[in-house]
């Protein structure tokens, strides 16, 4: 059964850090590109870290840019989101997600939609705060 759990979501205060884990079965992670998006309450949802097998590009929107690094753990099967110097506005719910077989830089993987990707997680909370 194929499934993405992402763990590693909770409270932080503004310019704490945090790591999320997005753990995969199912499939091998490896020979996937792979993403996290996220979603703020009444914001459509975004891609924040993007990366690609089929030409290696990492890609972060400004907004996350120098702040956030996309990572995984190819022994563990582990995708992971570092985030660092987080803001208020980066509370929202963090999605993992994997997409197989296709041709795109990491950029134009982070412009999708979520439910475009092969396989994405239930998500995670993340919440700023003082």
């Known amino acids: 059964q194929v499934q993405l759990v992402e763990s590693g979501g909770g409270l932080v205060q503004p310019g704490g850090s945090l790591t999320l884990s997005c753990q995969a079965s199912?499939?091998?992670?490896?020979?996937?590109?792979i993403a996290w998006f996220r979603q703020a309450p009444g914001k459509e949802r975004e891609g924040v870290s993007c990366?690609?097998?089929?030409?290696?590009?990492?890609y972060y929107p400004g907004s996350v840019r120098g702040r956030f690094t996309i990572s995984r753990a190819n022994a563990t099967n582990t995708m992971y989101l570092r985030m660092n110097s987080l803001r208020p506005e980066d509370t929202a719910v963090y999605y993992c997600?994997?997409?197989?077989?296709?041709?795109?830089?990491?950029?134009?993987?982070?412009?999708?939609?979520?439910?475009?990707?092969?396989?994405w997680g239930q998500g995670t909370q993340v919440t700023v705060s003082s």
């Open positions: 997600a994997a997409l197989g077989g296709v041709i795109l830089s990491a950029q134009e993987m982070c412009v999708m939609e979520l439910d475009e990707y092969d396989y």
């Open positions: 199912g499939f091998t992670v490896e020979y996937y590109s």
């Open positions: 990366f690609s097998n089929s030409d290696l590009s990492t």
